[in-house]
Nanobody, 127 residues
Framework: QVQLVESGGGLVQAGGSLRLSCAAS????????MGWFRQAPGKEREFVAA????????SYADSVKGRFSISRDNAKNTVYLQMNSLKPEDTAVYYC????????????????????WGQGTQVTVSS
């Protein structure tokens, strides 16, 4: 099992940047594919970005391509989401998620592929 804790959210003006972190417990972090999702009020949770177990393959939602970047540091048991050129429509609670790579190396954009979730961190972008 793995436990996930997100951090780095906050209030930022449009055009600004934030870096989210997701710290994972356990010694087998490198055996998990990881993903970032977000949920705005009244909307379903949607895919943002994903990365395979090694960090060698990534995937992004069209809405964030060219602005967001996902990365991981397996030595630190942490996955990151660098968010640049933020827009008001990026406002949401951001969640990280994990899927054992034994079921496939990833990356995965389907939220139903993930069995472990963090508690989320709020990102608010003001116009």
């Amino acid at each position: 099992q793995v436990q996930l804790v997100e951090s780095g959210g906050g209030l930022v003006q449009a055009g600004g940047s934030l870096r989210l972190s997701c710290a994972a417990s356990g010694r087998t972090f490198s055996s998990y594919a990881m993903g970032w999702f977000r949920q705005a009020p009244g909307k379903e949770r949607e895919f943002v970005a994903a990365i395979n177990w090694s960090g060698g393959s990534t995937s992004y939602a069209d809405s964030v391509k060219g602005r967001f970047s996902i990365s991981r540091d397996n030595a630190k048991n942490t996955v990151y989401l660098q968010m640049n050129s933020l827009k008001p429509e990026d406002t949401a609670v951001y969640y990280c998620a994990a899927r054992p790579a034994a079921y496939g190396s990833g990356p995965y954009s389907d939220k139903n592929a993930y069995g472990y979730w963090g508690q989320g961190t709020q990102v608010t972008v003001s116009s």
